[in-house]
T-cell receptor, first 110, second 112 residues
Framework: QKEVEQNSGPLSVPEGAIASLNCTYS??????FFWYRQYSGKSPELIMS????GDKEDGRFTAQLNKASQYVSLLIRDSQPSDSATYLC??????????FGKGTMLLVSP | KAGVTQTPRYLIKTRGQQVTLSCSPI?????VSWYQQTPGQGLQFLFE???????NKGNFPGRFSGRQFSNSRSEMNVSTLELGDSALYLC???????????FGPGTRLTVT
């Protein structure tokens, strides 16, 4: 059974701080890794994808992947109140089947 | 490019009834996946279609079924609805295997 683990939070950070979200996965065969953001009552929105070990930066977001440790993380720099949402980690290892973590709720206070 | 669309957006059904949900993927995307989201279980994979073929199926009872048409549009059907089927049903499309998936707005199903 493939599993993706995330701390449910909430993770509370002040505006302007760096938010660090973490995720571990059980299947060593996982090939692709994604971070989705989901606002309450809305559908998940893709914010980052990463396919190889190392860091990938996109604006205020940085995804980090360590396949040896089966660990994925998302850093959000200069956090804004509008970043308050649930962040879902997802992995896939075949076809287009995403296995999701339960998500981490992020609260950014002004 | 238009995003993934799902219809209807909201649905209220009675136990024992059946329901059909529809999904239109992003133009050019051939893979369509369906997920169920509930507060207790989170997001769970239902099934995935590519070029009208079901390639993968999650751990759901046979009451849940789906299909994909030649234009990549997909439908999922739930028969003999149970109260526990109340959930947000999400469709996602992708152009390639193991690649980024983009979600539609979802269909909120309430079973009474």
């Amino acid at each position: 059974q493939k599993e993706v683990e995330q701390n449910s939070g909430p993770l509370s950070v002040p505006e302007g701080a760096i938010a660090s979200l973490n995720c571990t996965y059980s299947d060593r065969g996982s090939q692709s890794f994604f971070w989705y953001r989901q606002y309450s009552g809305k559908s998940p929105e893709l914010i980052m994808s990463i396919y190889s070990n190392g860091d990938k930066e996109d604006g205020r977001f940085t995804a980090q992947l360590n396949k040896a440790s089966q660990y994925v993380s998302l850093l959000i720099r200069d956090s804004q109140p509008s970043d308050s949402a649930t962040y879902l980690c997802a992995v896939t290892g075949g076809y287009s089947t995403l296995t999701f973590g339960k998500g981490t709720m992020l609260l950014v206070s002004p | 490019k238009a995003g993934v669309t799902q219809t209807p957006r909201y649905l209220i059904k009675t136990r024992g009834q059946q329901v059909t949900l529809s999904c239109s993927p992003i133009s050019g995307h051939r893979s369509v996946s369906w997920y169920q989201q509930t507060p207790g279980q989170g997001l769970q994979f239902l099934f995935e279609y590519f070029s009208e073929t079901q390639r993968n199926k999650g751990n759901f009872p046979g009451r849940f079924s789906g299909r994909q048409f030649s234009n990549s549009r997909s439908e999922m059907n739930v028969s003999t609805l149970e109260l526990g089927d109340s959930a947000l049903y999400l469709c996602a499309s992708s152009p390639y295997n193991d690649y980024e998936q983009y979600f539609g707005p979802g269909t909120r199903l309430t079973v009474t």
